[in-house]
């Protein structure tokens, strides 16, 4: 597990630091003058900032008044903002270390503050020839809190998954290929006391996944079909939750290529579904959650060239379902919904898919959330809405009515893939649906997975979003089986 930030129990001389209060009282420690905690009072008070920056000519204090509603969603969000904010202006003083005291009277504030100030800070230098000169200043993180270790590991482990979820969703498809993916997964599972099984092509094949098997045909490149596992023998639930991940390393839009311009340029991040289904096992595994987890990753590119699946072509689906493909550009559904049809073999208590799925859904609601649907009942919906306005991954839940489903009737098959020009991420999810058997959400993350231009502590380009809605949904379901 790599951890981002660090406890520690004293502040050393000369250490840079940001202090977080609910009243000036609390700085006396560390400002032992009054006429020092006044200042600080009444210079924030006129200026209005959300931090002040003291000269202490060795170091700089960051006092940081937190005044909000405590534990409200709108609070959270504001600490996590806040330390974004404040790594900003520790780069921007070169500072290499940063130490978070956390003064305030619950203790939960600094906890939030160190997950902005790391989210925040994060790069993709990879592919630099000298990284170390875009590299930021601002290396190490501690801690200094009444918090308990528990939920700083909890902390640290869904950073971990969502930077590591960035980094895959960063990767271009040169190095992220299907089997470097599944690799990868792999060289992860071994690490974290993951089970992980790859399908290769033959057993594939052998399965008759039609949708990811024609999708597959214009690449190079192998298609494969991962399967994680976390299975504590403590697990809470006595069917497991499947989590299905859209694994698209790169799509062109196959036959029906897409425009380049704002279309293709950004398309590696067709996998990002499948990264937050990575990056959630992950820091699943880290925290040893007990639940009883499974993550599913069918993953190929799409491509026109090879023997490329084309428009007007019928391709027979894993469960025997036949599909008319009106548009290749459509590919996410049909490898979705081969793993969808598969789960069913798990008896799942619950499946989670997330996809890039539809423009529709980033149209929609655009970078603010993830479009939602499903047929799962309210108590499984009420849990996700909790979560989600937490960590700030907000759900916007559309309509699920039988009508959309009647929009993807073909004349020659089941089912065609696409269903027209209105409600296009319904009817994506009502595609997907007809592979299901068991209560099913399904979120297009298609909005929020890429920016371009950063966001508070959202990066620009790759924000593995997902990763964490989706951990603290297994925490609360943790705590809930208890």
């Known amino acids: 597990m790599r951890t981002f930030v660090r406890r520690k129990s004293t502040l050393d001389a000369g250490e840079d630091a940001i202090l977080l209060f609910d009243n000036t009282s609390q700085l006396e420690f560390y400002l032992p003058e009054q006429k020092d905690r006044d200042h600080v009072a009444t210079a924030i008070s006129d200026s209005g900032k959300k931090y002040l920056t003291l000269d202490r000519r060795v170091n700089y204090l960051f006092p940081a008044q937190i005044s909000a509603e405590k534990n409200h969603p709108k609070t959270l969000e504001f600490w996590r ?184 340029d950004f398309m590696k991040v067709d996998m990002a579904g499948s990264a937050a289904v990575v990056g959630a096992m992950v820091a699943i595994a880290e925290s040893n959650v007990p639940v009883h987890v499974i993550g599913l990753v069918p993953a190929t590119d799409n491509r026109p060239g090879q023997n490329a699946y084309a428009p007007g072509d019928v391709i027979t689906m894993y469960d025997g379902t036949t599909v008319e493909v009106l548009n290749t550009d459509a590919e996410g559904r049909l490898i979705m919904a081969d793993a969808l049809a598969y789960a069913k073999k798990f008896d799942p208590e619950l499946v989670i898919d997330l996809a890039t799925l539809t423009g529709s859904a980033a149209a929609a609601i655009g970078k603010y959330g993830i479009v939602a649907m499903g047929n799962a009942d309210e108590t499984v919906w009420n849990e996700l809405h909790s979560t989600a306005d937490e960590v700030h991954e907000r759900l916007a839940r559309l309509p699920f009515w039988s009508e959309y489903r009647n929009l993807l009737d073909s004349d020659i098959a089941d089912l065609k893939n696409i269903g027209g020009p209105e409600g296009g991420a319904i009817t994506a999810g009502k595609f997907l649906e007809h592979f299901t058997d068991y209560p099913y959400v399904h979120f297009d993350i298609a909005g929020p997975s890429w920016l371009k231009k950063k966001d508070h502590y959202r990066t620009k380009n790759a924000t593995g979003v997902g990763v964490r809605i989706l951990f603290h949904y297994f925490m609360q379901r943790a705590r809930k089986g208890e």
Request: glycine share 8%; charged share 25%; hydrophobic share 35%.
């Open 81 to 264: 903002c806040l330390g974004d904010d404040l790594q900003e202006e520790l780069n921007r003083q070169k500072v290499k270390s940063i130490t978070v005291i956390d003064l305030t009277e619950d203790q939960t504030a600094g906890l939030y503050v160190a997950e902005g100030i790391v989210l925040g800070n994060y790069q993709f230098l990879k592919y630099f020839t000298n990284p170390e000169k875009k590299q930021r200043s601002l290396r190490d993180f501690h801690l200094i809190s009444r918090c308990t270790d528990d939920s700083l590991l909890q902390l640290n482990a869904a950073l971990d998954g969502t930077l590591r979820a960035r980094d895959l969703s960063n990767e271009p498809l040169s190095t992220l290929t299907a089997p470097r993916y599944a690799e990868i997964m792999k060289e992860w599972g071994t690490e974290l006391g993951l089970k992980v099984t790859v399908l290769e092509k033959k057993q594939i094949e052998s399965l008759k996944m039609g949708g990811l098997l024609a999708v597959n045909r214009g690449s190079i490149d192998p298609p494969t079909f991962t399967i994680m596992e976390w299975a504590p023998q403590e697990a809470v639930n006595s069917k497991p939750i499947v989590l299905v991940g859209k694994g698209v390393v790169y799509d062109t839009g196959g036959l029906s290529l897409k425009p380049t311009a704002n279309s293709m």
